[in-house]
């Protein structure tokens, strides 16, 4: 717990090779693996090694205890989708999705995000993304989701309040959430400026 208190310490002073090393050196410990590989993937990301943060995540879905991997596997296919990625973010999303449980909601409505940017037609789309809208998880990242969705089908007026929701929630996060969402936050922003150029 010391060296996950330390890593937090360096991730939100924005020290992240320093963070990535204490993150590795926790996991030698085989304590929590998957939630050390989770920290060790968030600060390779911040360093900009994605091959990296891909092989934490993935390492984190296969080593979690079953209630943990489908976000795990969330996390892994958000992080494909926000590198453009979106076969491989469809696998791991549909993997979540079968997994999901309280969180099914906002899995299913991401596996549907990732199809529409792969091109591929998504059917029960109004009843995902009604699910999502409804639920619990629909409230904090599912706000990022739904804006997209709603970009996706046109919505302007939704869109813009989804997106602008999340990134006042986002931006007053704590501080390494904050920096966790930073790719979020730069994408809800360029599509809440698409919309202001229309």
């Not at 904090?140 to 970009?151: D, E, I, K, M, N």
């Not at 929630?169 to 704590?174: H, I, P, Q, T, V």
Request: hydrophobic content about 45%; charged content about 25%; glycine content about 4%.
């Amino acid at each position: 717990m010391l060296l996950r208190q330390l890593y937090l310490a360096h991730f939100e002073t924005r020290k992240f090779d320093k963070a990535h090393e204490v993150a590795l050196q926790a996991l030698e410990l085989d304590v929590l693996a998957d939630v050390l590989h989770q920290d060790a993937a968030r600060a390779a990301l911040a360093i900009g090694d994605l091959d990296s943060a891909l092989i934490h995540l993935r390492k984190a879905a296969r080593l979690s205890p079953a209630s943990r991997r489908p976000f795990h596997l969330w996390t892994l296919g958000s992080t494909l989708f926000l590198t453009q990625r979106y076969e491989e973010a469809i696998s791991a999303l549909e993997r979540a999705s079968r997994w999901g449980t309280n969180d099914k909601p906002l899995y299913r409505a991401h596996l549907a995000l990732a199809k529409i940017a792969a091109g591929h037609v998504v059917r029960d789309l109004q009843e995902t993304t009604d699910m999502l809208a409804h639920a619990p998880c629909g409230q904090g990242y599912g706000r990022f989701v739904l804006g997209h969705l709603a970009y996706a089908a046109r919505e302007w007026r939704a869109a813009r309040r989804y997106l602008e929701a999340f990134v006042r929630r986002a931006e007053s996060s704590k501080v390494a959430m904050a920096i966790a969402l930073e790719p979020e936050l730069r994408m809800a922003k360029a599509t809440l400026g698409k919309m202001s150029e229309n």
